[in-house]
């Protein structure tokens, strides 16, 4: 009979947590989080109560079924672009990642159902479910579809999840909290669209910023930045406003030298910086967010270095 050696199944545990694209996660429970404080007017949020985690977790495991469905569908593009090794370089059977997909997907169900209460963030949830589906599969693709991929992006992560565990209604209260964060996401959405456009582009998927050019792309990216952070201070929300104004410089300078005729490898940079200060602003109001934060970096440095040897993130 045929052993499997430790390491190989080791390999096999971290390519499982690796297609879920866990850093990914990260600005998705920041929303998560700050939905939330924004809520309750920016309380101190020393741990996660028990609807919190329900929600929180049903839509993490949606999220990652989303992700493992958008690497099955870009599996070209990524080739083309030479990111995310596993499907596009055949690492990991697509049968291994169909499994895992269907398994989180049924999971993320089941934990939303233990709430025992079909109310608006159930529907959001599975508005959300539905929406990951749209942006990835056929016939809609809409990430392939030109100011679709845009709103997609930025109403799913600003809006959705921001609302998910914070609000039990929609009506105007929750559109106007969450108008900020709709903005800085698609700011965040358009730079890493740039600097993907030429694969997307090779293999024929029309994205907003294949659509509109890089220089055009740069510069909606870098107003929509500043957008978010003029309207977080008009609508008192400090710490999106506070992030964006950290990030707004960087985009501008990035938007710049984009305009001049030029492709600043510092786009990337600037998105995780927009991370990185909201995620901040989570951290200050929920300290225990930190180690959440910290445990998910260190996991995919230890096994990008030991995978693939790079270093990532």
């Given amino acids: 009979m045929r052993t499997v050696s430790f390491r190989v199944w080791v390999e096999r545990a971290g390519d499982a947590v690796a297609l879920a694209r866990p850093t990914l996660l990260i600005p998705l429970w920041t929303m998560h989080l700050m939905g939330a404080l924004r809520a309750a007017d920016w309380p101190r949020f020393w741990s996660p109560d028990a609807e919190f985690l329900l929600l929180s977790g049903s839509h993490t495991l949606l999220a990652a079924a989303a992700h493992i469905l958008n690497q099955i569908a870009d599996m070209e593009s990524d080739r083309a672009n030479g990111k995310l090794f596993l499907l596009a370089d055949g690492l990991a059977p697509l049968r291994f990642a169909y499994a895992e997909m269907c398994a989180l997907a049924a999971s993320a169900v089941g934990l939303a159902l233990l709430r025992g209460a079909f109310d608006v963030p159930f529907c959001l949830l599975m508005l959300s479910g539905a929406m990951g589906a749209a942006y990835s599969a056929a016939p809609f693709r809409l990430k392939c579809r030109a100011g679709w991929d845009l709103l997609s992006n930025s109403v799913g992560y600003g809006c959705v999840a921001f609302a998910l565990t914070g609000y039990s209604g929609l009506g105007s209260e929750i559109w106007l909290a969450s108008a900020p964060y709709v903005l800085s996401v698609g700011a965040v959405f358009l730079f890493t669209a740039v600097v993907d456009m030429e694969g997307d582009g090779a293999v024929g998927c029309r994205t907003s910023a294949v659509a509109l050019g890089r220089r055009r ?97």
């Fill in 217 to 313: 792309s740069a510069l909606l990216g870098a107003a929509l930045m500043l957008c978010a952070c003029g309207l977080g201070f008009w609508a008192g929300d400090l710490p999106v406003g506070v992030a964006a104004a950290i990030a707004s410089p960087l985009y501008l300078r990035s938007a710049v030298r984009v305009w001049r005729g030029g492709f600043d490898r510092q786009m990337t940079r600037a998105s995780q910086w927009a991370i990185l200060a909201l995620s901040g602003a989570a951290v200050f109001h929920a300290p225990w967010y930190a180690l959440v934060l910290g445990l998910t970096v260190l996991w995919a440095r230890v096994y990008y270095a030991w995978r693939f040897e790079m270093r990532y993130p």
